[in-house]
């Protein structure tokens, strides 16, 4: 199915905005934005915006970050049609989970979170949604479901039991964080796929990659993270503009069997 013919099927609204934009956009592309300053993500995002379809942002990482930067980030998300969202990968118990995600989603429309406290944390994800600033705005968290570093914890069990959850919360959980084919069947979820770069191989500190055709046709991403490849290259614009192109065409040849 193709993403315009999953968007109807989503339970989620930011599942649904994010599988709309992907094939308005004809991107898959979701940029890391794990850069050291403030100014050099600004400078990056002016050059990628109109290529990725989410900004995925680590801003405990920024040392500057305040709620400014949230309201320029919005404003650079309207400006080139992106959505933003938050990768915390938030793992406490419901109550305070529900504070973060209501913070975060001041500026941001999406959360990642892991489900090592299970439902309860997902109860105080449904409390932020409600009590979110502006609630008509479209909101979800992506569940971690699986890693991309070398010798990660995450079991075949815990995997399946997050797939659970998400189909239990369908309408809070935008999708998964996945190394592999989804366990669901359901096609309103967005695979979230990190550990992607032109070169398969790995960082120093454990980070494994797979190639962009590999991510989406063999991984099941549908939307792939990409960082240091984009951020780091001497050109992001054209690196971002070439994965673009490649991720898209492997999603083509995906829906065209
Ligand atoms: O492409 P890189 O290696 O420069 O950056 C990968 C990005 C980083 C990680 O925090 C993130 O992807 N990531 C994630 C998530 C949720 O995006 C999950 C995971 O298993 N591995 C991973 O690298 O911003």
């Keep these: 199915m193709t993403f315009r013919e999953r968007s109807d099927h989503a339970q989620n609204h930011l599942a649904r905005s994010i599988l709309v934009l992907m094939e308005q956009k004809k991107s898959n592309l979701c940029v890391a934005l794990d850069v050291p300053t403030w100014e050099e993500a600004v400078r990056i995002l002016q050059e990628v915006g109109e290529y990725v379809v989410v900004v995925k942002t680590h801003f405990d990482t920024f040392p500057d970050w305040s709620p400014a930067r949230g309201e320029q980030l919005k404003k650079l998300a309207a400006l080139h049609s992106f959505i933003i969202v938050e ?3 938030f ?42 600033s502006d609630p008509s705005l479209a909101r979800g968290v992506f569940l971690v479901s699986e890693l991309s570093c070398a010798e990660n914890l995450i079991s075949a069990q815990y995997t399946k039991k997050t797939t659970e959850l998400a189909i239990q919360y369908s309408s809070l959980v935008t999708g998964l964080v996945a190394q592999n084919p989804l366990l669901l069947k359901e096609p309103g979820f967005v695979q979230l796929t990190p550990g992607v770069s032109s070169k398969p191989g790995g960082d120093n500190l454990g980070q494994k990659y797979v190639t962009p055709r590999d991510a989406v046709l063999l991984k099941g991403g549908d939307l792939i993270v990409v960082g240091r490849a984009i951020t780091q290259s001497p050109d992001p614009k054209d690196a971002a503009r070439k994965m673009r192109n490649e991720l898209w065409n492997a999603y083509a040849e995906r829906v065209s069997d």
């Design 87 to 89: 990768d915390r990968k």
């Design 91 to 132: 793992g406490d118990i419901g109550n305070i989970i529900k504070s973060q995600i209501k913070a975060v989603f001041g500026w941001a429309q999406g959360a990642t979170m892991h489900t090592i406290c299970g439902e309860g944390s997902l109860e105080g994800v449904r409390m932020a949604v409600e009590e979110a």
